[in-house]
């Protein structure tokens, strides 16, 4: 990263918060369901499916969380009413990990069997290194009992090729994953650093998954990647229902297009809630050409 860019990105927590939310609304759907809903209808219009999130994280009362899964059961309800191609992502720390790891896991029960009932899916997404352990653990549990939860792995983290070696294989509930780089600050003793080395352990990860007869939901929004994806798609021979790729909302929607005009199947992650700052200061954070748009709209006042 440019020294002008790492300078961008450090004065972001700075824009007030107005100017952050108008860029930002290319990365969530709105504040409510209905907006996400609204998004989601549009995308499957377009030939892509999606995976709707609640925004929130590191809640620490039993209160929020438990609100979370009733905002969860909402959504399976809307997905099934309005026959949408969608599925879910959850938080763990919205659910209560840091309150709780058992009763965490109880409420992705209550969530995974509120999908399975209208047969639907829920991936768990992956936060920083503190959560890592618990993830998996409550993963590999709950998808022995439920066998409609996914999990996300990082290509950053050392130990993302053993955790593979560690999942779950059919029949007895076989693994789902979305691979991405990953975007969490982790120290270097735990996590790759160089870009190159990265891309490297994405696209060895990607093979591992496909050899194992894992599920890969390629999340990924560099090309490099993605034709990668495409060579070992077809290197393994893979038929269009054993992958999909993955993407953000906002985020390079001419690849997007390309993927979909090429056949693949591809899924959008369509946030909304009330806490979409935070999430935004992320996505802003990793793209600083975007986060270049939002220092112009401070410098010229609007």
Not at 114 to 125: L, P, T
Not at 135 to 149: K, S, V
Not at 154 to 160: E, I, K, L, P, W
Request: charged fraction near 25%.
């Amino acid at each position: 990263m440019s020294a002008f860019n790492r300078l961008l990105v450090n004065t972001l927590p700075l824009v007030p918060r107005f100017i952050v939310g108008r860029v930002a609304a290319r990365y969530v759907a709105g504040a409510t369901l209905d907006d996400a809903l609204r998004v989601v209808g549009e995308l499957n219009r377009q030939g892509a499916m999606a995976t709707i999130d609640l925004l929130g994280e590191e809640v620490s009362e039993r209160d929020r969380a438990l609100a979370a899964v009733e905002e969860y059961l909402r959504v399976f309800a809307a997905i099934g009413e309005r026959g949408l191609d969608a599925n879910v992502s959850i938080k763990l720390t919205l659910l209560g990990l840091k309150v709780d790891e058992g009763f965490c896991r109880d409420n992705v029960a209550t969530v995974a069997a509120a999908a399975r009932a209208g047969g639907n899916f829920v991936r768990i997404d992956m936060e920083d290194s503190t959560c890592t352990d618990a993830t998996l653990r409550i993963y590999r549990e709950l998808q022995g009992t439920h066998g409609n939860l996914g999990v996300v792995l990082q290509a950053y983290m050392r130990r993302t090729l053993r955790d593979i070696a560690e999942l779950p294989r059919a029949p007895e509930g076989g693994a789902n994953v979305r691979l991405c780089k990953g975007i969490y600050v982790e120290p270097r003793r735990i996590a790759w650093k160089g870009y190159d080395t990265v891309r490297a352990n994405f696209v060895r990860a990607l093979e591992k998954l496909i050899e194992l007869g894992i599920y890969p939901a390629i999340a990924t929004h560099d090309e490099y990647l993605a034709a990668a994806a495409t060579a070992l798609i077809d290197k393994h021979g893979l038929r269009r229902e054993q992958y999909e790729f993955q993407m953000l909302l906002g985020v390079d929607q001419e690849l997007r297009d390309i993927l979909l005009a090429a056949g693949h199947r591809l899924r959008v992650y369509v946030p909304y809630g009330r806490d979409w700052y935070p999430y935004s200061i992320r996505r802003l954070r990793e793209n600083p050409e975007v986060a270049r748009h939002v220092l112009r709209a401070l410098i010229a006042g609007r």
